[in-house]
């Protein structure tokens, strides 16, 4: 190996170990101490394959793809989506979906995608309120924030709260 192939090396790997160390420094320890019991950890980038952890951080720059914050919860109050992943089974690891907001100061937690196997983490991020489309060209008008729950290659499905319902979409990537 050469010393400017080395040094690529290097750099690459300091830098997904930064990244990786940072990204859930800003998340309340009340909401990690909520989801990562029974061996459920937050996913990272370092849970992610191939090229997917290039991905995400292009995608979602300074975002974690295990976590996002934003007013999901239906009375408008702060909450967080919380993607976590359980390795019993490395061939097929166990991924779920969690919502956690706050009641009288403590985390609550609702699943919003039952634990099912994955070949790869799926990531989720948040969207801004606006005007989106499926797949199919059903158009959706979603005036609070949504958020998206994916796998980095293919289809991935967009969930808003309508005012009294959780609801979901595939839309294109």
Same mark, same amino acid.
């Given at each position: 190996?050469?010393?400017?192939?080395?040094?690529?090396?290097?750099?690459?790997?300091?830098?997904?170990?930064?990244?990786?160390?940072?990204?859930?420094?800003?998340?309340?320890?009340?909401?990690?101490?909520?989801?990562?019991?029974?061996?459920? $950890?937050? @996913?990272?980038?370092?849970?992610?394959?191939?090229? #997917? =952890?290039?991905?995400?951080?292009?995608?979602? *720059? /300074?975002?974690?793809?295990?976590?996002?914050?934003?007013?999901?919860?239906?009375?408008?109050?702060?909450?967080?989506?919380?993607?976590?992943?359980?390795?019993?089974?490395?061939?097929?690891?166990?991924?779920?979906?969690?919502?956690?907001?706050?009641?009288?100061?403590?985390?609550? $937690?609702? @699943?919003?995608?039952?634990?099912?196997?994955?070949? #790869? =983490?799926?990531?989720?991020?948040?969207?801004? *309120? /606006?005007?989106?489309?499926?797949?199919?060209?059903?158009?959706?008008?979603?005036?609070?924030?949504?958020?998206?729950?994916?796998?980095?290659?293919?289809?991935?499905?967009?969930?808003?709260?309508?005012?009294?319902?959780?609801?979901?979409?595939?839309?294109?990537?």
């Amino acid at each position: 190996m050469s010393f400017y192939k080395g040094m690529l090396l290097a750099i690459t790997f300091l830098t997904t170990y930064s990244y990786a160390q940072d990204c859930l420094s800003n998340l309340p320890q009340s909401v990690r101490s909520a989801v990562e019991q029974d061996h459920w $950890t937050i @996913v990272q980038p370092q849970d992610l394959s191939g090229n #997917d =952890p290039q991905i995400f951080r292009v995608n979602h *720059p /300074g975002e974690c793809p295990g976590v996002t914050a934003g007013n999901f919860y239906p009375k408008g109050k702060s909450s967080y989506l919380v993607a976590t992943i359980q390795r019993d089974d490395q061939k097929n690891p166990t991924e779920k979906l969690t919502l956690v907001f706050f009641k009288k100061n403590l985390p609550v $937690t609702a @699943v919003v995608v039952p634990p099912t196997q994955v070949a #790869d =983490p799926f990531v989720v991020w948040k969207l801004r *309120p /606006g005007h989106y489309q499926d797949l199919y060209g059903t158009k959706a008008t979603i005036s609070r924030e949504s958020f998206v729950y994916e796998k980095l290659v293919g289809p991935a499905k967009q969930f808003y709260y309508d005012g009294t319902h959780l609801k979901s979409f595939v839309i294109s990537r």
